[in-house]
């Protein structure tokens, strides 16, 4: 089946610093990439919709400034956390549209 | 009102018998999809099943069927003989209309521990 990677798998930041995570499809091409948030024991949240060579589409709530998604290629999308702070630690999911859907690894971010 | 709704927050299944999380769902889309995932602590999810909304039988996936009662809207996993590898999250998820890119709507999920 089609394979989603995630880079880093995991990342240890200082408050105050930029994170960026890197979502990409393997083996296909990927027009529309999502980004979820998921806390210890919780369900996954959905923070954007990455579209290629287009602005991403945040759910409410989410704040696009301190999440930047961009979507240059048909196989990457990445996240950048800016300014990490300590509420930001949590768990970060990207998924991938072949024909069907596939989710990253995920990237477990930590911010002292 | 919730998309998805899993209202068993933990279960515990004695290894080798069979187990069902349950799982409603709300849409006025005709035409939807059914999905459940398996989260183990890696924290990676892991496709188990599908339903589709015109699908006239229930889903099955070795271990795995799932219950689908289209007038009730609810899509419960059942595992059978379970294994200790089987304890883990279980979301399940819904994507409404045909577009395989719609966006997934996750419910809260059941924690499944199997005892030996």
């Known amino acids: 089946g089609a394979v989603v990677s995630q880079h880093p798998s995991w990342v240890i930041c200082k408050s105050g610093t930029s994170v960026k995570i890197e979502c990409r499809s393997l083996d296909f091409q990927a027009t529309t990439m999502f980004w979820y948030r998921q806390f210890p024991k919780q369900s996954l949240m959905l923070m954007a919709t990455?579209?290629?060579?287009?602005?991403?589409?945040?759910e409410q709530g989410v704040e696009k400034d301190k999440f930047l998604i961009n979507h240059a290629s048909l196989t990457l999308s990445t996240l950048t956390v800016t300014s990490a702070h300590p509420e930001d630690s949590s768990f970060y999911i990207c998924?991938?549209?072949?024909?069907?859907?596939?989710f990253g690894p995920g990237t477990r971010l930590t911010v002292l | 009102a919730q998309k998805i709704t899993q209202t068993q927050p933990g279960m515990f299944v004695q290894e080798k018998e069979a187990v069902t999380l349950d799982c409603t769902y709300d849409?006025?889309?005709?035409?939807?999809?059914l999905f459940w995932y398996k989260q183990p602590s890696s924290g990676e999810m892991i496709f188990l099943i599908y339903?589709?909304?015109?699908?006239?039988q229930n889903a099955t996936e070795g271990r795995y069927s799932l219950n689908f009662q289209k007038a009730r809207k609810s899509a419960n996993l059942v595992i059978s003989a379970s294994q200790l590898g089987d304890s883990a999250m279980y979301f399940c998820a819904m994507r409404e209309g045909r577009n395989t890119g719609n966006q997934f709507y996750f419910g809260t999920g059941t924690s499944l521990t199997v005892i030996p």
């Open positions: 990455s579209n290629e060579g287009s602005k991403a589409t945040y």
């Open positions: 998924s991938a549209r072949d024909r069907e859907q596939f």
């Open positions: 339903q589709g909304s015109y699908d006239q």
């Open positions: 849409t006025s889309d005709p035409s939807y999809g």
